[in-house]
């Protein structure tokens, strides 16, 4: 039978002192580019050391290929490619050191490729990483990764370090390896106009729990955010109602009802950093039935 | 396990360079003019002991570009982690050694004041202090990161002040004499399987608790 998900999740927590995390059920599928969304601190990096099998679960499953995260993790390990925020390569090495390395530790390694790379990058082979600009040790992350040809990709905050220059090239990079050769790319990050003009599928996590995860096309098309002002009467059930904010003299909801809110004025350009900004800042608990 | 190697090897070149290395052969050769057969039993004891702190220089290393938590994102067991660490470590001190085992073969040849069998035998005495030291000193530093190496050296201090005072205020200092007599008087190749088997089993217990802090550390 044919897997349709790179990452399967089941009753997923993780808790610690002053956070949990807790996912029921969450199924990313393969050979799309995702995005995982949400602000600093709602659960994000936890998700993915979890996904890695970096820190301890409290319960829960996690499949990654199909396969246990712990029980296949060399296995998987081997497929996977993560970039973090920073390069934690020795500063003493240079790419060559580098390259000499990772060749022992991938059985998948490309020397010719992660050369192609360092060539694109513009990264000199024998200059140590102590004397890299910032945007040099990330590009540095992507060749080593991209050099051994993961299944699946792991970026955890690693584009909001770059220009947008590199980051649109690293972007178009990813995009590529997405559509081309059928790879996976999980992207967490908080610069989410990137998610928006690459991502097919979205993942946003709030406090711990996962709001909504979906293809980007389909959130777009069934939230709708209207903007009222407070005298109108415009009958809305509470139940449609996602969340809402106060603006001065209106109120600006996000809903999933596209009926009874005529009299409002409906955001045409609505963006998913709408929508991640209303879920964040807004509230559900008013009484929507008389407004 | 061989590119974890490869990087300790590069860090270690890069904390010694050549000009270290050259400074340390000068003092050591200058030990020896100095002091001739003395000079180079003390060089035995001293050299080992010195590169046997090479975990601290590698953790320090590791802590500070955050490669202790992005190798876990490789596709190696913990256990490959703590190995590499060890066989690294172990590899240095044992190249150590057999430089010094030279140095004091060279050294009885030219100036031939001691016996050759007390140059090799406190060579390997050096070499077993040296190589307990690490063993102590790796699941230290896995535990307590630079500070491991405070730890076991005060830990290793005490026990021998303590062991000097229980000489001096009971009569265990001629039952130590007795003990080193008989160990003298037995056939070497016994002596040799019990210092074998005493280091397997130190090293053992070593390696696992390592593994379990090491484990422990980055699970939470």
Redesign the interface.
């Given at each position: 039978m044919e897997r349709c998900n790179v990452i399967e999740i089941e009753n997923l927590k993780k808790a610690y002192k002053n956070f949990e995390l807790n996912i029921k059920e969450l199924d990313l599928p393969e050979g799309k580019f995702i995005g995982l969304i949400g602000e600093n601190g709602a659960g994000k990096t936890t998700l993915i050391k979890l996904l890695?099998n970096?820190?301890?679960r409290n319960s829960g499953e996690i499949k990654i290929f199909g396969q246990d995260n712990r029980t296949s993790?060399?296995?998987i390990?081997?497929k996977?490619g993560?970039i973090?925020e920073?390069c934690?390569?020795?500063?003493?090495?240079n790419s060559v050191?580098i390259e000499?390395?990772?060749?022992?530790?991938?059985?998948s390694w490309d020397t010719h490729r992660y050369l192609e790379y360092l060539a694109r990058f513009d990264l000199p082979p024998f200059k140590k990483i102590r004397e890299y600009s910032r945007g040099m040790k990330l590009k540095l992350n992507f060749a080593v990764v991209l050099a051994y040809e993961p299944d699946l990709i792991i970026l955890d905050e690693a584009t909001s370090g770059l220009d947008p220059i590199i980051r649109n090239e690293i972007l178009a990079i990813l995009t590529d390896i997405v559509t081309t050769e059928g790879k996976s790319v999980l992207l967490s990050t908080h610069i989410i106009s990137d998610l928006e003009k690459v991502a097919d599928y979205l993942t946003f996590i709030h406090d711990g729990n996962i709001i909504f995860s979906d293809y980007k096309d389909n959130i777009l098309n069934s939230y709708i955010i209207a903007r009222f002002h407070k005298r109108d009467k415009i009958i809305i059930p509470q139940e449609d109602v996602v969340a809402s904010i106060y603006e001065r003299d209106h109120i600006v909801i996000l809903t999933k009802n596209k009926l009874n809110i005529m009299k409002a004025e409906i955001f045409k350009e609505m963006s998913i950093e709408d929508i991640m900004l209303l879920y964040v800042k807004g509230v559900n608990d008013r009484d929507w039935s008389d407004v | 396990m061989i590119g974890l190697m490869y990087k300790d090897f590069k860090v270690m070149i890069d904390r010694f360079k050549p000009a270290n290395i050259i400074a340390i052969l000068v003092v050591s050769l200058f030990f020896i003019l100095l002091m001739r057969g003395s000079g180079a039993t003390f060089i035995a004891i001293i050299l080992p002991l010195v590169v046997a702190s090479t975990p601290v220089i590698l953790q320090t290393s590791d802590e500070k570009s955050g490669w202790d938590k992005y190798v876990w994102a490789a596709p190696i067991s913990k256990k490959g982690i703590i190995w590499s660490r060890y066989l690294f470590c172990l590899g240095l001190i044992a190249g150590t050694g057999l430089f010094t085992i030279i140095v004091n073969i060279l050294t009885q040849i030219v100036f031939q004041d001691l016996p050759l069998k007390l140059h090799l035998i406190i060579s390997i005495v050096g070499l077993l202090i040296s190589v307990l030291y690490l063993l102590l000193l790796l699941p230290a530093v896995y535990a307590y990161g630079t500070s491991g190496n405070t730890i076991v050296s005060f830990i290793l201090i005490a026990a021998v002040m303590f062991f000097l005072y229980a000489i001096n205020i009971t009569n265990l200092g001629d039952k130590f004499i007795r003990f080193v007599k008989y160990l003298l008087n037995i056939d070497i190749k016994i002596v040799c399987l019990a210092i074998g088997f005493m280091y397997m089993v130190i090293s053992l217990f070593s390696f696992q608790l390592s593994l379990m802090v090491y484990t422990k550390k980055f699970k939470r």
């Open positions: 890695l970096l820190i301890e993790e060399i296995d390990k081997n996977i993560v973090f920073s934690y390569f020795p500063s003493c090495m050191d000499k390395m990772m060749c022992k530790l991938y059985k | -």
